[in-house]
């Protein structure tokens, strides 16, 4: 790996960067990027995460490894905003992480499966 050992937890950057953006909440969308997203309809943020996979998906594709983790940095980041914006934390999805720490891969995505599959449909008149 190619992270510098001096370098502090990917847990604290979050949990920082997620303080920096819930300060911004509610400010000057003139003068905060972070505000402006907040401020226009959810789709604002998810749109912008699109984008940004889009780009991290396309930098992967080039193999270009500074690419790769400047466009998985801004990706996370907008990842970090709809978070907050659905008042959310870094802590709830690492969290989920943790629990599924250890889990087959094939296992736990079976098991989401199974239970969508199991969940009563909105259009199921006998839910």
């Not at 998810?46 to 984008?51: H, S």
């Not at 709809?82 to 870094?90: C, E, G, R, T």
Request: charge should be negative.
């Amino acid at each position: 790996m190619s992270a510098d050992a001096d370098a502090p937890s990917g847990n604290d950057v979050l949990a920082r960067l997620a303080a920096v953006i819930e300060s911004r909440r509610g400010g000057d969308p003139a003068v905060s990027y972070v505000a402006r997203l907040l401020s226009k309809r959810p789709d604002a943020v998810l749109k912008k995460i699109g984008e940004e996979a889009t780009e991290t998906v396309m930098a992967a594709k080039d193999g270009d490894r500074t690419r790769i983790v400047a466009e998985t940095a801004d990706l996370w980041f907008h990842c970090l905003v709809m978070l907050a914006q659905y008042d959310l934390a870094p802590a709830d999805v690492l969290a989920e992480l943790a629990r599924r720490e250890g889990l087959s891969g094939l296992d736990e995505y079976s098991a989401r499966k199974d239970a969508r599959r199991n969940e009563p449909s909105a259009n199921d008149p006998t839910s």
